[in-house]
């Protein structure tokens, strides 16, 4: 990059900010795709794919993706949990890349929940 | 090609690289490509993590998810239930001492809770040798702000408003350290980092410069720009292979970006780092010994004054500091002296590195606020001692430190009230001890080790630690006198009062402290002729209980058997006797009975 002027700092902290968000584990949304054996059966690593594509393509810096194991409802699967900052978790049922996707854009960042994909709201209680 | 949704931070400090890090690194590699995950999962080594009696460890993020003690063998599954399934593997999780359910995330782990990091702000999260993760986490724009709105007496009047205290040892006002050496003649000055890190046991720097070199690099640059320098150099000790090869990878990245060299960020400022290694002696961590070192001659210090501020390096005007204090500058700059301030007790500001070492469960690398308690650091970070043994003492500050007893343990850690009880706070080392340590035998331990790094200098250092450990060596086998323990403290006094440099002034800390906190210990040896905590073995009697050797053992004779010098008597099924004058005490013949019938006295 040759000799840095101060603006390039900006720009390379710009350029690694989905590293550094990534590595703090702190977003400003959260997508958990349910795996498990019965998850990838379903299809959960092509939706978890799509979902990377997907932010990707939106250069989004602070969205985490991450995986967990089979949320219980195995007839649904895939399915995968939203959490925004400050709302109650959604789960979502019978997935695929074009629903994903679609639920990537209209509530993780744009704040609409999209129902006809929507199982429910919040989340069981632990304990 | 999508970015990765997960990051494996494998730690990639020494510690856990002599535990195989490397090797699980390459596993993972391995069953990442087998399950075709490489674009989902990044692989990535990072520095030292600080719980390093748990390593190898990885950190998965963006799930906090703290993994340790791996080999090789559990990649497999870890990677199958884990990154594939999404399962973490609770097996490989930490569980604390004398618990059950183990502690998947790293944010909940007692070790890590109570820590604050400053200087270790990055550990763990970048990649040491990726320059722009230093920079993605603001690295360098302290520098920035500093060359191209401030002016150098500006800077330093931050520092000084900071509170920031030396962290090498002396706790001298860094800020004030800083004015003296802008305030001193002459164009030419120098900066030096002074990397030696001769406490055994201690290993803040070279987790610092392993982990995050450049905030040392940003920290010396903006010392250079305040004084007045030019010229830096870093006085690294030769026995830190993987911190010297990262510092100076860490340089020529630097240099590249021109964050080094002529004109940094456009302004007519320029600085160069030069890398200088130790060869071997603790003296050199002593400044004006250090100086010396670097200028070609015999490591011996100097008397002071002059200070370096005033004449150091080829007599120019140098400040030196310590690997953490530099490591807070770029922090302090950021956020500004109030918020340092804000940190720690009145008179130490900020927060400080330990190594948390000896009878603890936690063992690792803590950075804490000024004032938190040795019983916090002991028992809620370190996790108390194990086995369920009883605390004795911790010895703080490294060999030059004093031994703080059970009675002091609500302590609040800071310069001052170390001193006062008549330690220091030093580099930061922590020491913990049980009841199964002899106090004089470890003053005698620590003794040895400033004794023979004495430069030989001055009359007081050299032969004085000398006859110091000599009576130790004598009480321990048990030729001690009365009149030992009053010659062990006149010569303690005289050899920390005439010495010329710090290692002479220090080195009697841990007999002062011993003696005083522990003297009846030292009467044991003495006049009784018994070690309390079974340890000096030339005063240690070995006998057999004849009933339980009988009755539980019914004489098997396996201590007969293991005796390396033939000296049990006894017929199978009979109790068994010790001869006592071929006795050499090794304790085989203890550790070799299952009925608990051999005695230690």
């Given at each position: 990059?040759?000799?840095?002027?101060v603006?390039?700092?900006?720009?390379i902290?710009?350029?690694?900010?989905?590293?550094?968000?990534?590595?703090?584990?702190?977003?400003?949304?959260?997508v958990?795709?349910?795996?498990?054996?019965?998850?990838?059966?379903?299809?959960?690593?092509?939706?978890i794919?799509?979902?990377?594509?997907?932010v990707?393509?939106?250069?989004?810096?602070?969205?985490?993706?991450t995986t967990?194991?089979?949320?219980?409802?195995c007839?649904?699967e895939?399915?995968?949990?939203?959490?925004?900052?400050?709302?109650?978790?959604?789960?979502?049922v019978?997935?695929?890349?074009?629903?994903?996707?679609?639920?990537?854009?209209?509530?993780?960042v744009?704040?609409?929940?999209?129902?006809?994909?929507a199982?429910?709201?919040?989340?069981?209680q632990?304990? | 090609?999508?970015e990765?949704?997960?990051?494996?931070?494998?730690?990639?400090?020494?510690?856990?690289?002599?535990?195989?890090?490397?090797?699980?690194?390459?596993?993972?590699?391995?069953?990442?490509?087998?399950?075709?995950?490489e674009?989902?999962v990044?692989?990535?080594?990072t520095?030292?993590n600080?719980?390093c009696a748990?390593?190898p460890?990885?950190?998965?993020?963006p799930?906090g998810i703290?993994?340790?003690?791996l080999?090789?063998?559990?990649?497999p599954?870890l990677?199958?239930?884990?990154?594939?399934?999404?399962?973490?593997v609770?097996n490989?999780?930490?569980v604390?001492?004398?618990?059950?359910?183990?502690v998947?995330?790293?944010r909940d782990?007692?070790?890590?809770?109570?820590?604050?990091?400053?200087?270790?702000?990055n550990r763990?999260v970048?990649?040491?040798e990726?320059i722009?993760?230093?920079?993605?986490?603001?690295?360098?724009r302290?520098?920035a702000?500093?060359?191209?709105?401030?002016?150098?007496?500006?800077?330093?009047?931050?520092?000084?408003?900071?509170?920031?205290?030396?962290r090498g040892?002396?706790?001298?006002?860094?800020?004030?350290?800083?004015?003296?050496a802008?305030?001193?003649?002459?164009a030419?000055?120098?900066v030096?980092?002074?990397?030696?890190e001769?406490?055994?046991?201690?290993?803040?720097?070279?987790?610092i410069?392993?982990?995050d070199?450049?905030?040392v690099?940003?920290g010396?640059?903006?010392?250079?720009?305040a004084?007045g320098?030019r010229?830096?150099?870093?006085?690294i000790?030769n026995?830190?292979p993987l911190?010297?090869?990262?510092?100076q990878?860490?340089?020529?990245?630097?240099?590249?970006?021109?964050?080094?060299g002529?004109?940094?960020?456009?302004t007519?400022?320029?600085?160069?780092?030069?890398?200088h290694r130790?060869?071997?002696?603790?003296?050199?961590?002593?400044?004006?010994a250090?100086?010396?070192?670097?200028?070609?001659?015999?490591g011996?210090?100097?008397?002071?004054?002059?200070?370096?501020?005033?004449?150091?390096?080829w007599?120019?005007?140098t400040?030196i500091?310590?690997?953490?204090?530099?490591?807070?500058?770029?922090?302090?700059i950021?956020h500004g002296?109030?918020w340092?301030?804000?940190?720690g007790?009145?008179?130490?500001?900020g927060t400080?590195?330990?190594?948390?070492?000896g009878?603890?469960?936690?063992?690792?690398?803590v950075?804490?606020?000024?004032?938190?308690?040795?019983?916090?650091?002991?028992?809620?970070?370190?996790?108390?001692?194990?086995g369920?043994?009883?605390?004795k003492a911790?010895q703080?500050g490294?060999?030059s430190g004093?031994?703080?007893?059970?009675?002091?343990?609500?302590?609040?850690?800071?310069?001052?009230?170390?001193?006062?009880?008549?330690?220091m706070?030093?580099?930061?080392?922590?020491?913990?001890?049980?009841?199964?340590?002899?106090?004089?035998?470890?003053?005698?331990?620590?003794?040895?080790?400033?004794q023979?790094?004495?430069?030989?200098?001055c009359v007081?250092c050299?032969?004085?630690?000398?006859?110091?450990?000599?009576?130790?060596?004598?009480?321990?086998?048990?030729?001690?006198?009365?009149e030992d323990?009053?010659?062990?403290?006149?010569?303690?006094?005289?050899?920390k009062?005439?010495?010329l440099?710090g290692?002479?002034?220090?080195?009697?800390?841990?007999?002062?402290?011993?003696?005083?906190y522990f003297r009846?210990?030292y009467?044991?040896?003495i006049n009784?002729?018994?070690?309390?905590?079974?340890?000096?073995k030339?005063?240690?009697t070995f006998?057999?209980?004849?009933?339980?050797?009988?009755?539980?053992?019914?004489?098997?004779?396996?201590?007969?058997?293991?005796?390396p010098?033939?000296?049990?008597?006894?017929d199978k099924?009979?109790?068994h006797?010790?001869i006592?004058d071929?006795?050499?005490?090794?304790?085989v013949?203890?550790?070799?009975?299952?009925f608990?019938a051999v005695?230690v006295?």
């Amino acid at each position: 990059m040759g000799k840095l002027k101060v603006s390039d700092l900006e720009k390379i902290k710009e350029r690694v900010r989905r590293t550094t968000t990534l590595r703090d584990g702190q977003g400003n949304a959260r997508v958990i795709v349910h795996m498990g054996t019965c998850g990838i059966a379903a299809g959960a690593r092509d939706v978890i794919s799509a979902l990377m594509d997907e932010v990707e393509k939106k250069g989004l810096t602070d969205v985490i993706l991450t995986t967990a194991g089979c949320a219980g409802l195995c007839s649904r699967e895939p399915m995968a949990t939203v959490e925004r900052k400050g709302q109650p978790p959604v789960k979502y049922v019978d997935l695929n890349d074009e629903k994903i996707r679609r639920i990537l854009n209209e509530h993780v960042v744009g704040g609409t929940i999209v129902e006809e994909f929507a199982l429910a709201i919040g989340s069981e209680q632990m304990h | 090609m999508a970015e990765h949704r997960t990051h494996l931070m494998i730690c990639a400090g020494t510690g856990c690289v002599s535990n195989g890090a490397y090797d699980v690194k390459t596993a993972l590699e391995r069953e990442i490509a087998k399950h075709g995950l490489e674009h989902e999962v990044a692989i990535v080594t990072t520095g030292c993590n600080g719980f390093c009696a748990q390593g190898p460890i990885v950190v998965v993020q963006p799930d906090g998810i703290f993994y340790q003690l791996l080999d090789e063998k559990v990649v497999p599954h870890l990677v199958e239930e884990h990154f594939l399934k999404g399962r973490p593997v609770e097996n490989l999780m930490y569980v604390p001492p004398e618990e059950e359910s183990p502690v998947p995330r790293m944010r909940d782990i007692g070790f890590f809770k109570k820590q604050r990091l400053i200087a270790l702000r990055n550990r763990g999260v970048i990649d040491p040798e990726v320059i722009d993760e230093y920079i993605g986490r603001d690295g360098y724009r302290a520098l920035a702000k500093v060359v191209t709105e401030m002016t150098p007496e500006e800077v330093i009047q931050l520092v000084v408003k900071s509170g920031l205290r030396g962290r090498g040892g002396a706790g001298f006002l860094t800020g004030e350290k800083w004015r003296l050496a802008r305030k001193s003649e002459g164009a030419e000055k120098y900066v030096v980092c002074n990397a030696d890190e001769g406490d055994p046991g201690a290993f803040m720097d070279r987790s610092i410069v392993e982990s995050d070199p450049h905030t040392v690099i940003e920290g010396l640059t903006i010392g250079a720009y305040a004084v007045g320098a030019r010229e830096g150099f870093v006085y690294i000790r030769n026995e830190y292979p993987l911190a010297l090869e990262r510092l100076q990878l860490a340089i020529e990245q630097a240099k590249d970006y021109g964050l080094l060299g002529e004109n940094i960020f456009g302004t007519d400022f320029s600085f160069d780092i030069h890398v200088h290694r130790g060869a071997g002696a603790f003296v050199c961590g002593e400044e004006t010994a250090l100086i010396a070192s670097i200028e070609g001659k015999l490591g011996n210090p100097r008397q002071r004054p002059p200070y370096p501020v005033h004449s150091g390096l080829w007599d120019k005007p140098t400040n030196i500091n310590n690997v953490e204090t530099w490591s807070n500058i770029p922090m302090i700059i950021q956020h500004g002296a109030e918020w340092f301030s804000s940190i720690g007790t009145e008179s130490s500001k900020g927060t400080k590195v330990f190594s948390l070492v000896g009878q603890i469960n936690n063992t690792g690398l803590v950075e804490v606020p000024m004032g938190i308690t040795l019983r916090e650091i002991i028992y809620d970070i370190g996790g108390g001692i194990p086995g369920g043994k009883k605390f004795k003492a911790v010895q703080t500050g490294g060999p030059s430190g004093g031994c703080i007893p059970q009675e002091l343990l609500d302590l609040p850690i800071d310069f001052e009230s170390l001193w006062e009880a008549g330690s220091m706070m030093g580099s930061g080392g922590l020491v913990v001890m049980d009841e199964t340590t002899c106090m004089v035998d470890i003053a005698r331990y620590f003794l040895s080790f400033t004794q023979i790094e004495s430069c030989g200098k001055c009359v007081s250092c050299r032969d004085g630690t000398k006859w110091l450990l000599d009576i130790l060596t004598k009480i321990c086998e048990g030729k001690g006198t009365p009149e030992d323990l009053s010659t062990l403290e006149h010569i303690a006094n005289v050899v920390k009062d005439a010495s010329l440099c710090g290692l002479g002034q220090t080195a009697p800390n841990p007999v002062l402290t011993t003696i005083k906190y522990f003297r009846n210990e030292y009467e044991a040896h003495i006049n009784e002729k018994k070690c309390p905590a079974k340890v000096c073995k030339a005063l240690l009697t070995f006998t057999i209980n004849p009933e339980q050797c009988v009755e539980a053992g019914h004489g098997c004779h396996q201590c007969a058997r293991s005796c390396p010098e033939a000296a049990i008597t006894g017929d199978k099924g009979k109790a068994h006797r010790i001869i006592e004058d071929k006795c050499i005490k090794c304790g085989v013949c203890h550790d070799v009975c299952n009925f608990n019938a051999v005695m230690v006295e």
